[in-house]
């Protein structure tokens, strides 16, 4: 069938025999009743001279498909056989039209991906043409290798009642005799009611391509593969311009920033159980890679006495929230000594401060020393249990006004360790601190179920020896000496030169240069007044009858067990909190993180669920009234400009 239809093109573009118009031969006969109407006009191009097959001597449009057919020169007497030619079967016409119906309907607009590609120069998408030849530049031209009517063959269906010998009914035609090959023709560019204008290419490779009826088109595996890629976990919803998350992987997707997770990797159970290095371990190494790539957490550790008073700050984001740090931190660990009689409230308004990205891990409290740890709450899933241990430094032990309070748990492969404390107070009693210090490190019995990360290097007479870092911290009560008219005579200076001259008098800062407190312990550089002692409410120092002496009373140690793990980054005090005689410190840390073991009793996501929920409330409700307030103050201002 295929080589009788080119038959057709050379037999009409030769001059027409005797007696052709009168009595129509049998070739003719079975060519019309292959192309059915035939002697109807045909369309033509726009610009070009209408062509009727009818005429004359003029030439039909040739098919330029360079199909393997050779014109027959037999006897057409010899093929008289009677018989009725018939037009393709429907399902095959069906087949070829369906095909770029789908085509339009999967249709899609270009992902991010894809627009940061074509932003590179390279193209989103590729036909089967394009594939082997570039595309030129202009589509204005007629094809040289196709007839006008070939171009102008229709891509969707007409009214069913549109005449015989319609551009329709001609375009289905031969779309039915040759299949999958003008398949490629009708993939592109199709629209209901219109024809389809076909990029120039040259005639070889069109000719080797419409040859291959039965080549998979990659345009159609493009699309099964991108079917299949939306089965896959990933994240690129990043629109062009935007940096690539730093959990991105190998995965494509548009709706998710989390790290996709492997099938393989569920499936696998082979790891060993606490090992350091398996794949798929919660406290492993490439959990930790995830989250901190490059090992460094960073740790927010406050401490403030707050002499009891009943009367909190309106607002703590200058404690925990300092403009000096562009970022939250990891973890928080706030201590409090002298605390407010409702210490549920207290841990409330940290809660709500930091907001519905962290959570309480953890809160214990001795007497009115309060300790609060708050985590950001993607982070909970890879602490061990929370421990805590207390110990009474006064001589009448249910007075727990001093004393201290432990607190530790292994975050990842690091333990960690938290002290607050509250030494005796007073000008002269540098020794009765001394043996708070020292009571507190033999009596805090810390840790108790979960196991030492390096026991090895472990003081049974030292607490602080057993944790890779510690950090202690609280109203240590050590004085400022030489009274208060020279401390007084310092303060008049330049800060600089005033704070370096003010510790020179430090009593901690002397003890520990003797070794007799905190050993092996460290504190940032001092760069703020001293803490104590204010008027309540003011900035002046003591102003009462006892003139107390300013000093340094509220400090920050840390100790790592290996050198370089700890880096503090901010040593400060908050000066716009004025509540207390004392003012909050804290200071912002680095720490190095290592990997750790599955076999150890893990807190497995445990956090104040009801504290949770309380902060939330207070953040909306205090959101609604700052809304209502605003509100309120532009409505009255309309009234007194009217």
Sequence with gaps: MPSKLVGLGHSEASPPQPGA?????????MLKGQLPNAGKDLPAHPGSPPTNIAQGPEKSPVLPLNLPAQISNEDPQAKATPFTPKPPTRPRL?????????????????TSHEDLAAHGGASPSRGSLQDEVPRPPTHTDSPPCLSTSLQEIPTSRRAQGSTGGSPSSWGHCISGMLSTSL?????????????????????????????????????????KSRLQSRLLRAHSGLGPGRPPSPLACDAKSSFSLLAP???????????????????????GAEELARYFPDRNMALFVATWNMQGQKELPPNLDELLLPAEADYAQDLY?????????????????LQETLGPHYVTLYSAAHGALYMSVLIRRDLIWFCSEVESSTVTTRIVSHIKTKGALGVSFTFFGTSFLFITSHFTSGDGKVNERLLDYSRTVQGLALPKSVPDTSPYRSDAADVTTRFDGVFWFGDFNFRLSGGRVAVEAILKQDLGEKVSALLQHD?????????SIFKGFQEPDIHFLPSYKFDVGKDSYDTTSKQRTPSYTDRVMYRSRHKGDICPVKYSSCSGIRTSDHRPVYGLFRVKVRPGRDNIPLAAGKFDRELYLIGIKRRISKEIQRQQALKNQHSSTICTVS
Excluded: N
Excluded at 268 to 282: C, I, Q
């Design 94 to 110: 069906e087949r070829a039209l369906s095909l770029d119906e789908k085509a339009w309907r999967r249709r899609r607009f270009r």
């Design 261 to 283: 997770i492997r099938t393989k990797d569920v499936r696998s159970r082979s790891y060993l159980e606490g090992s350091l290095l398996a794949s798929g371990a919660l406290m």
């Design 183 to 223: 398949d490629l023709l009708h993939r592109d560019r199709a629209s209901a009611g219109s024809t389809a204008r076909l990029p120039a290419v040259d005639q070889k490779v069109a000719s080797h391509s419409l040859r291959s009826a039965d080549r998979v088109d990659p345009g159609q595996a493009d699309c």
């Design 21 to 29: 118009q009168g009595h129509p031969q049998p070739e003719d006969r």
């Design 333 to 349: 660990v706030v201590g409090v000594q002298e605390g407010c009689s409702d210490r549920r409230e207290w841990e409330t308004r």
């Design 507 to 515: 009593q901690l800062t002397q003890e520990m240069r003797k070794g």
